[in-house]
């Protein structure tokens, strides 16, 4: 008893020393300013980790060009380039490499930042191959954008998101003064595509692994086999945002590249299978009303959010290798010309075809005389040819007009070889029909073998 109450006094006396006047000014305002500070950063931390809604790309290249048309790739310049500045200019800035509070403890929001890192290194890589001519300035914009996401010393990843965005701005003046261009045809994307349908397919099977029973992934076409070990509970929100920061990444780069490459995509019949990648990232970006990522199973009462995401992910992925096969069988895609269908719609005369060295296809022949021959008409005589006449068989015209009594034009030279087994009878027919008849055209082309030339 005595021990207890000796206990006691030793912490009265505590106490009391620390609320004489010398000591209580220092630790209670310092304990103030501490919770003050904790509900500050709890405050922020909740407005930070909200998801930038999606920008207008009309108005976003708007602002960044200057030209009243746009040249090639100066849409998807300028379409990059929002998307980076949007990791700066978000609120909190970019908070993957934060060291306090409370970008350092919050994970939903960096892991969002994570993804449209990669989706922009994606396309980064691609431009070089999409532009024509030296690429220098587009090389280095890659490279700075490959650096460490989680950087805090110099150069940091905000220093170098800050020199992607200075390159990629130079090489869009470039564009609209004519300095440089990007090639026609497509050339580029069935790459880039590849690159990001493999993206997608990596980021579907880490969804799909967060999944404790495989046998629920059947219908989404994904092998239980090839997927990751289980993601651990507590990174499976982080999974979920990187997809979500992924697929609205993509799908502001996809637009831009569309406005760019419009005309390729209508001529390989493309526009609406692009149009459906769209469309179903647009789904992947729906609001999650939940204040937690759930992980539930089946038709439980607790939805499966990586699931459904797994689900958008994986379409996606499809819909862009589809895209990237189709593009790659069609590149350079023929655009056809506005002055040739302006004539077509006109109905206007067109010119005879020019000359052609191609042979006639086996089984048919080349009947231009045998029309004339049947219309009454009287036709030329033939021009004088190189092509010799084939062994076992004559030309025959001179002794089909003595036949017929009437005068005949001795048939011109021809070095032509004559089909196996055939004879060239136009004069034959006209005999049969009691009509003077000329002797065949000129024809630079070796007949078929198995028919005759009528």
Partial sequence: MALTRKAADRRRSKVE???RPQYGWIWKPLLAVLV???LVALGLGIWW???PPRFALESAVAEQREATTAARGAVTMAGLRAVVETLLDKPGGYLRNDLAPPGLWLDNMPAWELGVVNQSRRLAGALPAMARGEAGDLERVGEQLQGDSRDWFYPSTEHRLEEASSGLA??????EGGEASFADGGRGLAPWLVDVA???DDL????SASV????ALADLDIEAEGLPRETPWYRVDNVFFEARGQAWALLHLLEAVRHDQADVLVAAGLAGRWEMLVAELERSQRRLWSPVVLNGSGFGIFANHSLVMANHVVRARDLARELARTLEQ???VTVPGAADEAAEDAGSPTQPPAESDEPVAAGEAASADQAAEDAGSPTQPPAESDEPVAEGEAASADQAAEDAGSPTQPPAESDEPVAEGEAASADQVMEDAGSPTQPPAESDEPVAEGEAAH
Wanted: aromatic residues 6%; without cysteine; positive net charge.
């Fill in 204 to 207: 579907g099977g880490r969804l």
């Fill in 170 to 175: 130079a090489y869009l003046e470039r564009l």
């Fill in 330 to 332: 069609a590149v350079p």
């Fill in 212 to 215: 404790a029973r495989p046998a």
């Fill in 49 to 51: 980790s909200r998801t």
């Fill in 17 to 19: 020393a620390l609320e």
């Fill in 36 to 38: 003050i500070y904790l």
């Fill in 198 to 200: 493999d993206g997608l």
